[in-house]
């Protein structure tokens, strides 16, 4: 196996799973789209759920003083939230998609930027993808990644029946995104333990959470401008554990 395999089997399931969702949607009735993306979005918060569990997991809160594991992880959205805000990253990644849409998607019947919004975020923030590409740039294995990529192709598949072609260039972020984790494992090595990876996944919970929120169309968060939260988490986690 090479470095990257991994982000590239992502990169295929993603593309493998529009094209039959949009094969396939193409027959199914506006209602039914709706109550597909309805369902994506439940299963988004149940995700979320599952991510949070980690907040009172006992490496994570034996490793930091009482009452962290929730202050680290507010701190870290707020610090992640400022930081993307000065970033502009949700503004950037609209730009981004409007700018492929006009490009290519001129004749796409689906709500292009929707699409590659919601599908770029979602693929991107989990943990999986920071810890499956850190991984693969160990030389440690792609399991992390493998299953990331079926969960992947699978919301691909149902994205595409509702947003079309725009969730096929989510593809464009989940690379950058993914090859720049995977080059910090190349060169760094192992450079999280157990509480960090925790400390990201309830950081990735409260993001999964904005995600389903904005699938139920029941509120907007900017979850890009959130999206360095996943940077502080660890590091506000080594800080408490080394120094607090």
Same mark, same amino acid.
Not at 72 to 93: F, S
């Given at each position: 196996?090479?470095?990257?395999?991994?982000?590239?089997?992502?990169?295929?399931?993603?593309?493998?799973?529009?094209?039959?969702?949009?094969?396939?949607?193409?027959? %199914?009735?506006?209602?039914?789209?709706?109550?597909?993306?309805?369902?994506?979005?439940?299963?988004?918060?149940?995700?979320?759920?599952?991510?949070?569990?980690?907040?009172? *997991?006992?490496? !994570?809160?034996?490793?930091?003083? /009482?009452?962290?594991?929730?202050?680290?992880?507010?701190?870290?959205?707020?610090?992640?939230?400022?930081?993307?805000?000065?970033?502009?990253? *949700?503004?950037?990644? *609209?730009?981004?998609?409007?700018?492929?849409?006009?490009?290519?998607?001129? /004749?796409?019947?689906?709500?292009?930027?929707?699409? !590659?919004?919601?599908? &770029?975020?979602? %693929?991107?923030?989990?943990?999986?993808?920071?810890?499956? &590409?850190?991984?693969?740039?160990? +030389?440690?294995?792609?399991?992390?990644?493998?299953? /990331?990529?079926?969960?992947?192709?699978?919301?691909?598949?149902?994205?595409?029946?509702? !947003?079309?072609?725009?969730?096929?260039?989510?593809?464009?972020?989940?690379?950058?995104?993914?090859? &720049?984790?995977?080059?910090?494992?190349?060169?760094?090595?192992?450079? #999280?333990?157990?509480?960090?990876?925790? &400390?990201?996944?309830?950081?990735?919970?409260? @993001?999964?959470?904005?995600?389903?929120?904005?699938?139920?169309?029941?509120? #907007?968060?900017?979850?890009?401008?959130?999206?360095?939260? @996943?940077?502080?988490?660890?590091?506000?986690?080594?800080?408490? +554990?080394? !120094?607090?």
């Amino acid at each position: 196996m090479f470095v990257g395999l991994g982000t590239i089997i992502n990169i295929g399931t993603i593309l493998l799973g529009t094209s039959v969702g949009i094969a396939g949607g193409v027959r %199914f009735p506006d209602k039914l789209r709706i109550l597909v993306t309805d369902v994506l979005g439940c299963i988004v918060l149940i995700n979320a759920a599952d991510n949070l569990r980690s907040v009172w *997991e006992k490496p !994570f809160v034996n490793a930091v003083p /009482k009452g962290w594991t929730t202050l680290g992880t507010l701190t870290a959205l707020i610090l992640g939230g400022v930081a993307g805000y000065l970033l502009r990253i *949700e503004g950037r990644l *609209e730009t981004l998609g409007q700018r492929i849409k006009e490009r290519f998607g001129t /004749k796409d019947k689906g709500d292009f930027l929707t699409g !590659f919004m919601t599908a &770029s975020l979602l %693929f991107a923030i989990g943990p999986l993808a920071i810890l499956g &590409s850190i991984s693969d740039g160990m +030389h440690t294995g792609i399991q992390q990644l493998v299953l /990331k990529s079926t969960l992947d192709g699978f919301a691909a598949m149902a994205f595409a029946t509702t !947003f079309g072609w725009g969730v096929a260039f989510s593809i464009i972020p989940v690379a950058i995104y993914q090859f &720049s984790w995977t080059g910090i494992g190349f060169f760094l090595g192992n450079i #999280l333990t157990t509480y960090q990876i925790q &400390s990201l996944t309830a950081v990735g919970g409260v @993001l999964l959470l904005g995600i389903g929120l904005r699938l139920l169309n029941i509120k #907007l968060i900017a979850v890009g401008d959130l999206l360095p939260a @996943l940077i502080f988490a660890p590091l506000l986690a080594l800080v408490a +554990h080394q !120094f607090v």
